[in-house]
């Protein structure tokens, strides 16, 4: 059984190497699409050039507090700021050109300096926003309060504006119906801040102190990305070439089905079933040549992803061996299946299409997983693609042991061996006239 | 070599094939003939294997084909209808791989090819790609891969279908050179002249049933005449022939007149065509044109369905 075994295999293989044109373009496709994701995706070093969010502020009130806002929002290096009136912030936001715009109203900068030391009438900030644009718009908000606290705290201990505000704040305190006792505390607290700021002005005078800074956040943030070791970057190569191996070699598996149901309408299925070769010859012969070329193409996109991208296999060898061997099984097993399930080509074809190209969008190998909904990723965890995702992204820059590869490698090969056995058990190997 | 008992297919509510039966002995050659759709190609692939029958049974060399694998596959050889031939593949590699399926050794497949090429006249052919063969060409490569194992038993799938008379001709002469070497051929076809050229027996089927089963000779028993004089007679006295006279003429089988064209068939044309026509010529009939033809395997099938062959 062996020489009947091999020679398919072989033949298989011939017609797959020997169609160049074909071969380029089951090779460069993904690497082209591969290399445009990943540098959408993080690039070489993780760091790809940030895009500043663009933002315009509309500042109808003109007091140093709301000045200070907008200078302040304007060196933020997530921010590109374009000051405006009303009417320009919210056309541009309209029309796509500004993600939010910050509208400061007019009376803003004493109302927050009252509403700071008390329950004063708080002033709002209007935020316009695209729609489109949700996740940014919640970030710009946190930005937005940072800003704000700062430059009101700024203003109020130690500005004009500020001194004004505690004076007027003393002198309604008497009228104020708040108890005895929390009035008391609060007068205290007005006055200390008096103090603080006639002991400012003497500092000032001499030379002592540095310039005014009010309240600031009381904690900087230092970023590390957790990658498989220290000195290591994120390649964001690895996961979009990752990605597109997988979609692309899902696809070969739709041809190697496509092309089993176009053989059974030639005269070549008839010969092949008339020899006396077992069924297990003839679809483990097709299963065998299938891994073969799923795995090549895999090892020339990695390769391809090392040498110009600078990806490396951070984790267990064997263990990236070890799930692509098993995605490549997976793969064939479910050509097989589309084979044994499909009835005319062209049908098959299109349905095998919109079935893969939902796998790979769930797996995760498009754009990652986290930014679907909870329920979402919950359920796609059933999907094969993203099991091999996650092996491959354990293996090459997460760094992660062999033990990693394990859980994705035996998820692929018991896929593998469900679709075979049904490829098996549903195939029609009888045709008609 | 070949025994096909009882032999039923259908699909759904059709039925395929109605209980063939035929039988092919060692050396014979069958011609299994029959409009499209009469149930051929469900019967040779029953016969091959390909098709599990819902009832009858087939012996190839006096067993029973069990199962995908049975070794006496190899007494069989199929060629297919459709070219069954992988066109990105040279002559030579197609060959390899299918001599390769009976697990011949690479020696052996070797010989066989080179056998298999001179046989066919593609030897000088056999490097380049079967995409660019001619429809010819390429169902003679189609007959040489049937080949390479040497089955006893060829079941030949309508194959000369779509070539050329040159081609279809150098078939032919393959095939007389298998016959010549003893081997047994089942032939399917709906051309009669094919036929009557290669096989020693014919088995004609319609609707899934066999109708006759003979030899050439038989089968022209079963017509009434074996050859037709055909005479085109002048309009105007054409009408006042008396048919009832003329079948009383000597060696006059049967007799038909149509649109001014009368058609008498006689069993032996030299001896019985001189008095026939005398007996017109006294009656004062004159004649614009005489032909002859001798009764075929289209004339047989026309006489057992009332339907032609290529209905």
Redesign the interface.
């Known amino acids: 059984?062996l020489?009947?075994f091999?020679?398919?295999v072989r033949?298989d293989l011939?017609?797959f190497f020997?169609?160049r044109r074909a071969l380029l373009m089951t090779v460069a496709a993904p690497i082209l699409i591969a290399s445009f994701f990943g540098y959408i995706f993080g690039g070489r070093s993780g760091q790809t050039e940030t895009s500043r969010i663009p933002v315009f502020t509309a500042d109808q009130d003109g007091s140093a507090i709301s000045r200070e806002i907008v200078s302040r929002l304007s060196t933020d290096k997530f921010l590109e700021v374009k000051p405006s009136t009303l009417e320009q912030a919210r056309e541009a936001v309209r029309k796509g050109n500004a993600t939010v715009a910050f509208v400061i109203p007019k009376d803003f900068g004493a109302d927050a300096g009252r509403a700071f030391f008390n329950a004063g009438k708080k002033p709002a900030i209007t935020v316009l926003y695209d729609p489109s644009h949700g996740m940014e718009r919640s970030m710009l908000e946190g930005i937005l309060a940072g800003h704000v606290m700062e430059a009101v705290s700024k203003e109020m201990f130690g500005g004009p504006g500020g001194r004004q505000v505690i004076q007027e704040s003393l002198a309604q305190l008497d009228q104020s119906a708040m108890p005895q006792e929390e009035k008391k505390r609060l007068r205290d607290l007005l006055r200390g801040v008096e103090e603080f700021n006639a002991g400012q002005d003497a500092g000032k005078e001499s030379g002592r102190t540095g310039p005014r800074e009010g309240l600031t956040l009381p904690y900087q943030v230092s970023s590390e990305a957790v990658t498989s070791g220290s000195g290591v970057q994120y390649n964001g190569y690895a996961h979009s070439f990752g990605g597109m191996g997988i979609q692309f070699i899902l696809f070969l598996g739709i041809e190697v089905g496509v092309g089993l149901l176009l053989q059974r309408?030639?005269?070549?299925?008839?010969?092949?079933?008339?020899?006396?070769?077992?069924?297990a010859?003839?679809l483990g012969s097709r299963a065998t040549s299938a891994a073969m070329t799923s795995m090549f193409v895999l090892m020339v996109l990695f390769g391809f992803a090392c040498l110009v991208f600078g990806v490396r296999i951070e984790g267990s060898m064997a263990g990236f061996l070890g799930v692509c061997a098993a995605f490549s099984l997976m793969t064939a097993a479910f050509g097989l299946l589309i084979a044994a399930l499909g009835k005319t080509p062209e049908a098959t074809r299109g349905l095998s299409i919109v079935t893969t190209l939902l796998m790979v969008m769930l797996g995760g190998a498009w754009v990652p997983t986290f930014i679907f909904p909870q329920w979402l990723q919950k359920l796609t965890v059933v999907i094969p693609t993203r099991w091999a995702m996650d092996g491959l992204d354990a293996m090459t820059w997460r760094g992660l042991g062999f033990s990693a590869a394990i859980i994705p490698i035996a998820l692929l090969l018991g896929c593998a061996l469900v679709c075979g056995a049904l490829a098996v058990s549903r195939f029609r190997?009888?045709?008609?006239? | 070599m070949l025994e096909v008992t009882a032999l039923r297919k259908s699909?759904g509510n059709v039925v395929?094939v109605d209980g063939i039966s035929l039988r092919a002995g060692m050396g014979e050659t069958i011609g299994l003939l029959g409009p499209n759709?009469a149930g051929k190609?469900?019967t040779v692939?029953m016969i091959?294997?390909?098709?599990?029958p819902d009832s009858g049974e087939v012996l190839i060399a006096g067993r029973h084909l069990c199962?995908?694998?049975?070794?006496?596959?190899?007494n069989?050889g199929?060629v297919?209808?459709?070219?069954?031939?992988?066109d990105?593949?040279s002559a030579r590699?197609n060959l390899?791989?299918?001599a390769?399926?009976?697990?011949?050794?690479r020696a052996s497949r070797n010989r066989a090819i080179d056998g298999a090429l001179d046989l066919v006249g593609l030897a000088e052919r056999a490097k380049h790609k079967v995409t660019g063969f001619s429809g010819g060409m390429k169902r003679r490569l189609?007959l040489a891969?049937?080949l390479l194992h040497d089955p006893q038993l060829l079941l030949l799938d309508e194959p000369t279908v779509g070539v050329d008379p040159q081609s279809r001709n150098a078939i032919f002469e393959n095939l007389e050179t298998l016959k010549k070497r003893g081997k047994t051929l089942l032939y399917t076809t709906h051309y009669m002249e094919e036929a009557e050229r290669l096989c020693d027996r014919m088995v004609i089927i319609d609707r899934g049933k066999v109708i006759a089963d003979d030899t050439l000779q038989g089968l022209h028993r079963l017509l009434p005449a074996l050859n037709l004089l055909t005479v085109e007679l002048d309009d105007q006295k054409a009408e006042g022939l008396r048919l009832e006279e003329l079948r009383s003429v000597a060696g006059v089988q049967s007799v038909e007149m149509r649109d001014g064209i009368l058609k008498v068939g006689v069993r032996d044309l030299a001896a019985d065509s001189p008095g026939i026509l005398q007996w017109l010529v006294e009656r004062g009939y004159t004649f614009r044109h005489l032909a002859s033809e001798r009764a075929n395997l289209e004339t047989v099938f026309l006489t057992l369905t009332g339907r032609s062959l290529r209905d």
């Open positions: 059984m020489t009947p091999l020679a398919l033949k011939k017609l020997g169609d309408q030639r005269g070549v299925w008839k010969r092949l079933r008339a020899a006396p070769l077992s069924r010859v003839l190997w009888e045709t008609g006239d | 699909y395929a759709g190609t469900t692939s091959a294997g390909l098709l599990r199962g995908d694998a049975d070794p006496a596959k190899r069989i199929l297919p209808q459709d070219i069954g031939l992988y990105e593949m590699e390899h791989l299918f390769a399926l009976y697990g011949m050794d189609n891969a049937a």
